[in-house]
């Protein structure tokens, strides 16, 4: 259970308390408030409670009163079905891979159901997991045409979370109104800076010493929708603006894959502009 | 309020209704437990209650029969007044240095209420900052009335907690009796790596490419206490021994004065030989 | 070229005198001493001769005498043709993948000739990248059979460099000797702590709040030799035994293809028991 | 020795070769080379030469004529005397007092030889440690007088290299050219990211999960002369942006007294905006 509400005394006692009377047992619980004079307030509760996907419609009536007493924006989410994911990529596989290892591994909770391609070069690493593999080319002019084979697609499949896992075109602010808080990119850079085309070679030109990406849900607000994972990497004079990319390829995929673990798992809240990700 | 229980459902609810019910706002409240199924559970709760100083002995009555119901190791730390801390040092004062300087300038909650030590070196650095400095002297044979002397000390300083910042000798078991969980040291290695002397000889000789520091709560098992933090650099072969000893005093006072003031806000608990650090 | 000798003056003026009289162009050049006064010198030079394939015999004669003068261990590394490399592994696939996919990007030089195994489940992984998959059994009481087999299909298969990407089979004194210097294990713990089983659990019972991995050279002394590269990666009182052993699998990977691609690229140079690494 | 000039084949032959012949003994040697073909190269000596500073003249002289046959930038740095280093600040401590601990602990070559400050607040702690505390205040509009009286003073006090750490006032062109490449500044920032004011707010309003500082070269270009060092650490939603405030200065104090180390141990050369640093 997610929950957001301006931050007043009671509220954990609220939750625990009703989810005890429920028999629930919590597993997990997890606070934040941003001023505890009048902020506001963010909770996580992970519970185990017998057949509550049977349950699942009067465990919600139930609590309703309560979330309206509270003011609460909230969310019952289930473990179970795991939700569905489709990938978008390009040509540059990194990050597909990464996220079909940690599928694979069981490191990823969630179902890769499908991977859509602006380009048809991943079909075969993408097949050889017997995941479907979608090819819809972009022609220029015909963009709109594209993104509604692609919306009909990720509404067959039931798609929960699109990863754009270096996906080289930029969505529209109508497709991404359909994902609201459900699409996560990686970005190429640490944000904010170079926010612009060819990090790397930017990077290498003002000569830093440390690189880094990264993830964010995508808004319409290009490159500025919230953080939800940064990492970076050391570098030196000796990298030039081909290792800095080759060093951050690796940054990308394991930070992209750290994102997509957390909304797989139901860890973050969204804050305005910002990110609450419970550990 | 820091709590140790066996898990069991209800807790939660059970804690957050009693401080609602007391008028208290919670601020912060962290939970971390083994296993759902029959493990150990921990709570922190931060709270604000008003004249809380005042009816400590009346709030603390009343959660008596909860605790006992629940059977739970539970204390009530209060923010005022801050804990009264004794740093023992030798003669390198890398890491007193760093404590003296995060408490001059406000990152460090508690008064560094005296410095003691088997030399007198560290004497000007300690009273430039108006800190009473103590040289007992640990005469061969006479470690009992040295340890004796500082025991008074401590004793007629009304000292929570001891830390030791590079203090070369070991305390006697009946010395570390007197404060259980309260006496902090830094070793000077990445346990339980070269647990003996000279590590940065060890770890040069090892030709290691990390090297690191430990803080632990001390125990009658040398170096054997549970940990509280540790943090590691890089080094490469161009490193010798002497280069690692640098690079470790880095680490050590960085680690030791996160361990400080951790335990300082009272977010520590322990766990048989284990720590739970809330952040 | 990489040359250890006594460190004395003019080593690097002879060498570079050398090299321009051949007409080589310097790219490259690291050198390292222990000790400036009668220390180990430590050097690497990478540099550009048209033709050196086919001048080898003709540059190595030309430098003998030089080398002979200044007591030199040397040895002239061609870039082409690339490395043969041998991966062993038993069911654990997270290292293999990551070497994999990195040859596959491009990022390491050499060639993956062969994966041998003393179990078949990654056969089909192997496969799909077109690479030769060996199933050797290592039946109880018959292990000095399967070394043998081992030992023939790597040296039919002409191969530079073992890696032991989580093989779980203690190589025998005699299988080492034949390529000394030229077996990498990965190692899942931060030596030289926790040396034993199950590295994990023992890190998870110590409390430890930083784990790590550990790539070397493989010598007669199990667990003992050279150490190339090591890392680490924080974790808290929430990770469990198996938590840590997913975060060390992350850690092993990066390790391990961090060792092999330096290895590849003749970074290394052997001191004793440990390594010089030239970035 | 530090040398730039056009890669071309022989110039490490020559430098040593020369070297050998005056008797010295070269302990250290590092290159860098921004393209084998046609770029630029880089090179730094250290060696031991008996009677060094009386013989400098000679040396130099010999040396020219291979620096301009080669068409090199070039210059000797003597060990002693150390570099007299002068550090401005304002009302904030941590990076000075950082500078001072390193100072004194022996990790820092060079002598603080003067604290020049627009304010008086840090005099005490800085007479303590013996160094002449210098109050220049700014008043507004008599920046330029200001100026003035302080380069007289550091022209008085031969000073190598001017230090602002944290210091809070923008220095003029005139100024900056009369110490090209020998003024460094800590920004607070992890650039090029939030180079305005206050960038923890913004970094906070951000929702960064990860903030750092970066060191340069100050240039007549605000925030934009030659990065020497970055360094950065992790935050999360609990850091609000006091807190951030609070971890960067603790990158600050670190990354600053790299730089400044690195300096004073020559080890840093530039090329155009960027720096090469040798390690």
């Known amino acids: 259970m997610l929950i957001s509400c301006p931050d007043r005394a009671g509220i954990v006692a609220a939750v625990s308390q009703f989810l005890f ?12 408030t941003t001023d505890p004079g009048g902020g506001s307030f963010f909770m996580r509760v992970e519970f185990d409670l017998p057949e509550l996907a049977a349950r699942r419609a009067e465990v919600a009536g139930a609590f309703s009163p309560i979330a309206a007493r509270l003011e609460m924006d909230w969310r019952l989410a289930l473990g179970a079905p795991p939700k569905r994911v489709a990938v978008c990529v390009s040509r540059e596989g ?10 694979q591994s069981g ?20 097949q050889m997991h017997g995941i479907p593999f979608h090819h819809i080319a972009v022609r220029p002019g015909a963009k709109a045409e594209a993104e509604a084979a ?3 697609l990720l509404q067959a ?11 080289m075109q930029i969505l529209s ?10 699409i996560i990119n990686i970005h190429h850079s640490f944000l904010p800076a170079f926010a612009g085309g060819n990090p790397y070679r ?5 000569g830093v010493k440390i690189i880094g990406a ?25 990298d030039n603006a081909e290792d800095m990319r080759r060093v951050g390829r690796q940054i990308e995929r394991t930070v992209l894959a750290r994102a997509v673990a957390w909304h797989l798992e139901d860890r973050i809240l969204l804050h305005g502009n910002r990110t609450v990700v419970f550990d």
Chains 1, 2, 3, 4 share one sequence.
Do not use: K
């Not at 990194?94 to 599928?103: A, I, P, V």
């Open 214 to 238: 990264t993830a964010h849900y995508v808004t319409a607000d290009l490159d500025g929708g919230p953080i939800i994972e940064q990492d970076v990497q050391r570098v030196t004079h000796r």
């Open 202 to 206: 930017q990077a290498y030109e003002r």
């Open 173 to 182: 602010p109508a497709f991404v109104d359909r994902y609201p808080g459900r």
């Open 150 to 152: 692609q919306l009909a």
């Open 157 to 167: 499949g039931g798609i929960d979370l699109v990863v754009l896992a270096r996906y």
């Open 94 to 103: 990194h990050c597909l891979n990464e996220l079909l290892w940690r599928h």
């Open 107 to 126: 490191e990823l909770e969630g179902d890769i159901a499908m991977v859509v391609s602006n380009h048809d070069d991943l079909r075969p690493a993408v």
């Open 21 to 32: 009377a429920q028999g629930a047992n919590i597993v997990r619980s997890d606070q934040h």
